[in-house]
């Protein structure tokens, strides 16, 4: 009974969508649930806009977020020292380092990270893909170290077509992660022994996780000759 | 063609994917001599959904279903995990009371997916009878989840900040009335299985992997264990107030498929002690922290991983301020543990590599995403 009291009210300003429902109740006269049912469904529809126009303005004047802390420590200073300019941005965001290498280092810098600070463990390799941007593809390498009890993040930055060194003669596990990053986003590793797809079929092409690779894209030419259908769709 | 003492020739075969004991659609290419196995090649991708692409076009909200449908005999942990980083990117946590609840949900979760492995395997190795004991147990488990979110395997129990539900009446005394219940019992399945000559026979000293191959591999969860590494992020790396339960890591000593099945056996008995001391210390207080209505997490990028029945499942998530992620990077252990079988199959038998496989504990859903 609210909801039928507020209705009045709230179709006075919409006009349009209280005028959708008035027409069939005379159609429909047997049915007594009809007309009670349709201003419940109205109800939400029309009430959708309103509250949410207010709130948009109101996020936008507030001011930026502060930036992440620095990482620091001994391990930063470390790879400072050695690598010199090839490693910045150590920040800790939400508690979490991470740091920049350039692409040409990042083989020694995973090198050193593992033999001399103990990062023996390679939790995942994976890529993020800025197509605005004209280092279209970050490399990320999540790294842990038993010892330290320690994560840690490196990322590098690369252009579309750039290959970075593969890290499998470091450690074995990137072999699959390596060319699963290949097979998502089209990043070739250099060196890499044994660079297939993995979970995408040998000879589709595209890389789906592009950002230019829209939700509904699929191989065609493949998916009608593999499954023998017109479509996935 | 390669000389051998009975100048036989190397075969290759295709096992998969359609294989009883691949647990789903995994295919593995074995290049055989006579019944040993020189090598493998996993062939895996047939359950490829593109959960990552999905996530990138769902909002954070719409997502937190999907996750459930990558692991799905451990949907709880994939949930868990998943608010976790979106909580870590928001810069909240969730309440004590949704934080005790969620232990126990994903404890009750890792004996119901320990004991769909153990049925399967014992399965696997000729031993029909633990499949129908340990499903009977899983059953209670799933009526737990069922009760209190209405579904039994893809639960969606978690939701960003804490919990959709307040727990139902009578939980705690299921909870509890399950862990009395389920250590005799499996003290039952080792019955028939640890002393068991055959089951000895099959699993000790096959699929040996070491510490040093696990770290090399990225293997985690109890196959690490198993190989002695005593390392376990519930302890190493406490979440969801993990530290202020008592609870001890469970290792091996050989790596071996037998050191796998008995760390994972004693988990369980772990994870009801968990269980138990969750109930007991559960607070009173609101289940959902102060969350937006509409998720907008701040410009950053954050990775969290959990303790997941297979071993340690992180997200990583990238946020451009706006109401969908910019990119979900799921870190599978199934995935990640599947790719040790070439070391692990190397030199052992085609029976062995059933074995192997089954000790692995991989979910396809998982590797394939």
């Known amino acids: 009974m609210s909801l039928d009291s507020a209705m009045p009210e709230e179709q006075k300003p919409e006009g349009v969508q209280g005028a959708g429902p008035a027409p069939n109740e005379p159609k429909q006269p047997a049915d007594e649930a009809v007309p009670a049912e349709a201003p419940v469904a109205a109800a939400p529809v029309a009430a959708a806009p309103k509250p949410a126009a207010p709130p948009r303005p109101a996020p936008k004047p507030a001011a930026p977020p502060p930036p992440p802390p620095d990482w620091t420590g001994d391990l930063p200073d470390a790879l400072k020292e050695e690598f010199g300019e090839k490693v910045s941005e150590f920040i800790a965001y939400q508690g979490q380092p991470s740091f920049v290498a350039q692409m040409d280092a990042a083989y020694e810098v995973v090198e050193t990270l593992r033999d001399i600070h103990g990062f023996d463990y390679l939790v995942d390799v994976t890529a993020v893909h800025w197509p605005k941007r004209d280092e279209a593809f970050d490399i990320i390498y999540v790294l842990y170290s038993f010892d330290r009890n320690e994560r840690i993040r490196m990322k590098i930055r690369i252009r579309d077509g750039q290959k970075p060194t593969s890290v499998v003669e470091i450690y074995e596990t990137a072999n699959w992660l390596e060319r699963e990053a290949f097979d998502m986003f089209g990043v070739e590793f250099e060196g890499h022994p044994d660079l297939r797809r993995i979970l995408m079929p040998d000879e589709w092409t595209g890389h789906p996780l592009r950002k230019d690779y829209g939700i509904l894209n699929m191989d065609n030419r493949w998916v009608q000759e593999n499954l023998g259908i017109e479509s996935g769709q | ?369």
């Not at chain 2, 942990?77 to 949704?98: D, F, I, M, Q, W």
């Not at chain 2, 991983?305 to 499942?313: N, V």
């Open chain 2, 1 to 369: 063609m390669a000389e051998t003492y009975l100048d036989s020739t190397e075969l290759v075969l295709n096992m998969g994917p359609q294989h009883p004991s691949t647990h789903g659609v995994l295919r593995v290419i074995v290049k055989l001599d006579g019944e040993k196995v020189l090598g493998t090649d996993c062939v895996i991708g047939y359950l490829h959904r593109g959960v990552e692409k999905i996530g990138e076009n769902r909002t954070y909200t719409q997502f937190a279903p999907y996750v459930d449908r990558m692991d799905y005999v451990a949907s709880v942990s994939n949930g868990l995990g998943y608010c976790l980083a979106v909580e870590k990117l928001l810069g909240v946590e969730a309440t004590p009371r949704a934080q005790a609840v969620r232990v126990i949900l994903t404890e009750l979760n890792r004996i119901a997916s320990h004991l769909v492995w153990l049925g399967t395997h014992a399965l696997d190795i000729g031993a029909i009878t633990p499949l129908f004991y340990c499903f009977r147990e899983r059953e209670d488990v799933l009526n737990i989840f069922e009760k209190y979110c209405g579904a039994r395997l893809t639960t969606h129990a978690f939701r960003i900040g804490g919990l959709q539900y307040e727990t139902y009446e009578g939980f705690e005394k299921e909870c509890l009335d399950f862990c009395d219940l389920f250590l005799p019992k499996a003290d039952e399945y080792e019955e028939l299985l640890t002393g068991n000559r055959i089951w000895v026979d099959r699993l000790r000293g096959v699929g040996v992997l070491s510490i040093d191959d696990c770290k090399a591999y990225g293997v985690t969860g109890p196959m690490l264990r198993a190989a002695g590494e005593k390392w376990d992020l519930r302890k190493a790396q406490p979440y969801s107030g993990y530290e202020k339960y008592d609870f001890e890591i469970p290792t091996g000593d050989n790596g071996d498929n037998f050191d796998r099945y008995m760390v994972r056996m004693e988990e369980m008995r772990q994870s009801v002690r968990i269980v138990r001391q969750a109930v007991a210390g559960l607070p009173e207080g609101p289940i959902m922290a102060k969350v937006p209505k509409v998720i907008k997490p701040p410009v950053g990028e954050v990775y969290v991983s959990i303790e997941a029945p297979k071993g340690e499942l992180g997200y990583y998530i990238v946020s451009d301020g706006s109401t969908q992620p910019y990119r979900v990077r799921v870190r599978p252990p199934s995935f990640v543990n599947l790719q040790a079988l070439k070391k692990m199959a190397r030199g052992c038998l085609v029976a062995d590599l059933v074995a192997i496989i089954g000790t692995t504990d991989i979910v396809l859903g998982e590797v394939d995403r």
